[in-house]
């Protein structure tokens, strides 16, 4: 069956990094859209950073210069390298694919940036 699943999460002080992985498993990987998403307490699910299948990236806003999306077809497994974390960083982050049709979710990973 379809698994994401994430791991690279943790404590962090603010300016400091974290690499998230996102394994996936039952679909093939390489035909997907794969995006990172986070969810900071009592806000909204949000779209962090995309990559096509094709290797092509967006960001938000508020983590452009800071983050960067990647991936491995080899290894079916898409990244995200986040650097200068700020405390605002801090959310549950959801690693995603998508295609045409109904799209798929990990369980999420808990980032936290604090003195």
């Known amino acids: 069956q379809v698994q994401l699943v994430e791991s690279g999460g943790g404590l962090v002080q603010p300016g400091g990094s974290l690499r998230l992985s996102c394994a996936a498993s039952g679909f093939t990987f390489s035909s997907y859209t794969m995006s990172w998403y986070r969810q900071a307490p009592a806000k909204e699910r949000e779209l962090v950073a995309t990559i096509t299948r094709v290797g092509s990236t967006d960001y938000t806003d508020s983590v452009k210069g800071r983050f960067t999306i990647s991936r491995d077809n080899f290894k079916n497994t898409v990244y995200l390298q986040m650097n200068s974390l700020k405390p605002e960083d801090t959310a549950v982050y959801y690693c995603?694919?998508?295609?045409?049709?109904?799209?798929?979710w990990g369980q999420g990973t808990q980032v936290t940036v604090s003195s």
């Open positions: 995603n694919a998508a295609r045409s049709g109904p799209s798929y």
